[in-house]
């Protein structure tokens, strides 16, 4: 956490955007493991569908999306 500039670190306060991700959802590879999406906040709602995401136990990075599943982006 160190090595991140202070405006990249988690602190306080801070709001992220975490998508609920249902059990069956998630992508190939993740079943059975811990997953959670967080990315900033972004008080432009419109902006949320282009988001990366990333899953905070592994730093890999999703887009959501509400059609399209199992694509690679």
Do not use: C
């Amino acid at each position: 956490m160190r090595d991140k500039r202070y405006r990249d670190q988690t602190r306080a306060f801070g709001f992220v955007l975490s998508p609920i991700v249902g059990a069956f959802d998630k992508p190939l590879g993740e079943a059975g493991k811990p997953f959670q999406l967080v990315a900033p906040y972004d008080k432009t709602q419109a902006a949320w569908a282009t988001t990366r995401f990333t899953n905070i136990y592994n730093d890999t990075e999703y887009a959501i999306s509400v059609e399209a599943f199992d694509e690679t982006t």
